[in-house]
């Protein structure tokens, strides 16, 4: 079993819907999560980052993490075919070795 | 501010070769990780580099190596290079602070050395 699971989607949504997307973990000691959009052929780029548990809020962008569940979401909001990519989900428990996720690819149709 | 830089963009080798990929961090960026990413694995973490120093290394072979200068710039070695070892290869930069007792370890990655080996 994967320390991180990640649905691979794709997940297909038309312009202006609300996107869920989600991770599951099994390290009770991730303490740090993080939320990056890739591109094709372009490095992960940092959307969110959480410590601990709670919401964050950034733009059309909320993130949420239970860890009493093992639980972690983005939602994205009105969202745009600009927001098409791969959604990766990110955690460490503090060193600075990230576990991602395997990735959700978003296609929004306009 | 400059991003994280990563020469060369792209390369392709042999099988039995060996490659050495370069990475500029974020200017004033001390922490330097390096990941591996394959559609089968997904991103996995290869080590990181502190003042030169490796501070965390994940379970790759022995044949995947780095250093750390004393201007933070970082590069990567693999030698005698496999078919699997090709790969698109992130260079991630992270400032080392802390706020509230809390230690932040944000990464900003580069493009990535997709590196293909024939």
């Known amino acids: 079993q994967k320390e991180v699971e990640q649905d691979p989607g794709p997940l297909s949504v038309p312009e202006g819907a609300i996107v869920s997307l989600n991770c599951t973990y099994s390290?009770?000691?991730?303490?740090?999560f993080m939320w990056y959009r890739q591109y094709s052929r372009k490095g992960p780029e940092l959307l969110m980052y959480?410590?601990?548990?709670g919401n964050k809020e950034d733009g059309r962008f909320t993130a949420q993490v239970d860890k009493s569940s093992k639980y972690i979401s983005l939602f994205i909001r009105d969202s745009q075919p600009s927001d098409s990519a791969t959604y990766l989900c990110?955690?460490?428990?503090?060193?600075?070795?990230?576990?991602f996720g395997s990735g959700t690819r978003l296609l929004v149709r306009p | 501010k400059a991003g994280v830089t990563q020469t060369p963009r792209y390369l392709i080798k042999t099988r039995g070769q060996q490659v050495t990929l370069s990475c500029s961090p974020i200017?004033?960026?001390?922490?330097v990780s390096w990941y591996q990413q394959t559609p089968g694995q997904g991103l996995q973490f290869l080590f990181e580099?502190?003042?030169?120093?490796?501070?965390n290394k994940g379970n790759f072979p022995g044949r995947f190596s780095g250093r750390q200068f004393s201007n933070s710039r970082s590069e990567m070695n693999v030698s005698t290079l496999e078919l699997g070892d090709s790969a698109l290869y992130l260079c991630?930069?992270?400032?080392?602070?802390?706020?509230?007792?809390?230690?932040?370890?944000?990464?900003?990655f580069g493009a990535g050395t997709r590196l293909s080996v024939l």
């Open positions: 390290n009770s000691a991730f303490q740090y």
């Open positions: 990110a955690m460490s428990v503090g060193s600075y070795k990230l576990i």
């Open positions: 991630a930069s992270s400032p080392t602070w802390k706020l509230a007792g809390e230690s932040k370890n944000i990464q900003y």
């Open positions: 959480t410590y601990s548990s």
């Open positions: 580099y502190f003042s030169e120093t490796q501070r």
């Open positions: 200017s004033g960026h001390r922490s």
